[in-house]
């Protein structure tokens, strides 16, 4: 009958996830447009980002497209031993390790980050990870920042403090130094292996993931330890022992007092 509107396609409410690709220039993007020109059929959910090189990447980006409401962040490279910068590809893979440590301090599911290789040639291999992942992020569902609600508050907040760490000295100093640490050894010459550095590494990512936390709820507004404790979650004990260590440093710096509790504020705050 004219003017009915056509009944609802039940396919149009399936869930079609939003996914950010981080494309290395040289591999990975070559090989998209190889399974484009080869007219290879895919689900049309990535929307790419080249880059010259996958260990180029910045590891705040992923974070933050997972902040702007990404359902999944693929980042693509050059095969080990093919990276058209030599070792590119190692240093993406070790930025990567860190992404996903961090991510276990955030109320995402881990398996929203993934890393592939794709070469140049392998328009079809291209095809099968945007399917597969796809059909991964599917299964795990929408973002949970797109609610707007106290939970996606508070992922916010995580992903800001992650954010917030990936951009200090620790961490990266992290991603530059672990093969020289392990290959011809520290400061005072000692070779570590891959589990002695894998739980320094944990230990560093987890104690600037709480001191940015930290710095983030003082940045402003000062506050006592027992209120950090209570707006992030961590103990007390905890919060006192890395607010002892900022304070140290002169990251953050005591501001009056709430009662007979000191307050701290980030130097250079309000």
């Given amino acids: 009958m004219e003017g009915e509107k056509p009944p609802m396609d039940e396919n149009s409410l399936e869930f079609k996830p939003k996914i950010v690709g981080f494309l290395c220039n040289w591999c990975s993007y070559a090989g998209a447009d190889l399974a484009g020109v080869s007219r290879l059929q895919m689900p049309t959910t990535l929307r790419v980002i080249r880059v010259m090189c996958s260990g180029s990447l910045d590891p705040k980006f992923p974070l933050s497209a997972l902040k702007s409401g990404a359902d999944g962040v693929l980042i693509m490279g050059c095969h080990p031993g093919d990276c058209h910068y030599i070792s590119g590809n190692y240093e993406a893979q070790r930025k990567y390790n860190i992404l996903k440590k961090l991510l276990k301090f955030i109320d995402l599911e881990n398996e929203r980050l993934q890393l592939e290789w794709v070469s140049a040639s392998e328009g079809a291999r291209f095809q099968q990870v945007v399917s597969d992942f796809t059909s991964k992020i599917k299964k795990i569902g929408p973002n949970p920042i797109q609610k707007k609600d106290e939970k996606a ?8 403090a992650a ?40 230990e560093i990512i987890e104690d600037e993931f709480i ?15 027992e209120d950090i404790a209570l707006a992030t979650g961590f103990s007390t004990e905890t919060v006192f022992k890395h607010v002892a260590r900022l304070w140290k440093k002169q990251i953050i710096l005591p501001h009056g007092y709430k009662k007979l509790s000191p307050m701290y504020i980030k130097a250079g705050g309000a």
């Avoid at 508050?153 to 800001?160: A, E, F, H, T």
């Fill in 153 to 160: 508050k508070k992922i916010i907040g995580q992903l800001d």
């Fill in 163 to 202: 954010i917030h760490a990936t951009e200090g000295f620790r961490l990266r100093s992290l991603v530059g130094r672990e093969k020289k640490i392990m290959e011809l050894g520290n400061a005072y010459g000692e070779i570590l292996s891959r589990e002695e550095m894998e739980k320094i590494e944990d």
């Fill in 211 to 225: 001191r940015s936390n930290i710095v983030l709820r003082v940045e402003r507004v000062p506050k006592t330890v």
